[in-house]
């Protein structure tokens, strides 16, 4: 059983800064990359950021590009979002979720094999 673990969310005021984390619990295993995604009320899960851990390549959402950082720990199955200048349009459940095997398209929900329950993030206005 592979499980998903994210944490570091909570309230902050818009400008501030938070810092998620996300990491395999249950078993070991290998990923060939992890990737944020996150879902407001209402609304649809929409891609975040993705890292690719064989030369270590990201990819981002245009509207967090300059703001938001992805980085993590491949021996430690483990993976960072580093949020910044937030927004309350930023207001949203993020999840964090793995891909097993190789894929071109980073954005898309299908394309992950494991996902975590999700951590609350509220920014104020």
């Known amino acids: 059983q592979v499980q998903l673990v994210e944490s570091g969310g909570g309230l902050v005021q818009a400008g501030g800064s938070l810092r998620l984390s996300c990491a395999a619990s249950?078993?070991?295993?290998?990923?060939?990359?992890m990737g944020w995604f996150r879902q407001a009320p209402g609304k649809e899960r929409e891609f975040v950021a993705a890292?690719?851990?064989?030369?270590?390549?990201?990819y981002y959402a245009d509207f967090v590009k300059g703001r938001f950082i992805i980085s993590g720990d491949n021996a430690k199955n483990t993976v960072y979002l580093q949020m910044n200048s937030l927004k309350p349009e930023d207001t949203a459940v993020y999840y964090c979720?793995?891909?097993?095997?190789?894929?071109?398209?980073?954005?898309?929900?299908?394309?992950?094999?494991?996902w975590g329950q999700g951590t609350q993030v509220t920014v104020s206005s």
């Open positions: 979720a793995t891909r097993l095997w190789y894929t071109s398209n980073w954005s898309l929900p299908e394309n992950y094999d494991y």
């Open positions: 249950g078993r070991t295993f290998s990923s060939y990359g």
């Open positions: 890292i690719r851990w064989s030369g270590v390549a990201t």
